[in-house]
């Protein structure tokens, strides 16, 4: 049984770092494409970046591009989002997710209803 486990979320003040990793457990993790997710109260789930099984092929949510990035550790079957400029608008529940991907696969799994497995969640706060 495929299960992901986030950690490092927190309060921070508008314009901070924060970092976020994701664990990963019950299968063989290189063989996943894997990425992260937030919601806001009252929004829709919606992409913060993905990155493919190999690890060459990354893609951000429209709101993230140039401040966020994605990267995988396969070796430690982690997969991790470094945040910079924080904003308030980043204030979400996070979420790591999970998909089976074939070998050379270059798909972009950009929607929720993709993935297969998820975390927890973990609370981001930004303030003003």
């Known amino acids: 049984q495929v299960q992901l486990e986030e950690s490092g979320g927190g309060l921070v003040q508008a314009g901070d770092s924060l970092s976020l990793s994701c664990a990963f457990s019950g299968d063989t993790f290189r063989t996943y494409a894997v990425g992260w997710f937030r919601q806001a109260p009252g929004k829709e789930r919606e992409l913060a970046g993905t990155i493919n099984r190999e690890g060459n092929t990354v893609y951000y949510g429209d709101t993230v591009k140039g401040r966020f990035c994605i990267s995988r550790e396969d070796a430690k079957n982690t997969e991790n989002l470094q945040m910079n400029t924080l904003v308030p608008e980043d204030t979400a529940v996070y979420y790591c997710?999970?998909?089976?991907?074939?070998?050379?696969?270059?798909?972009?799994?950009?929607?929720?209803?993709?993935?297969?497995?998820w975390g927890q969640g973990t609370q981001v706060t930004v303030s003003s």
């Open positions: 997710a999970a998909v089976p991907a074939f070998a050379g696969d270059e798909y972009i799994y950009s929607r929720a209803n993709e993935y297969r497995y």
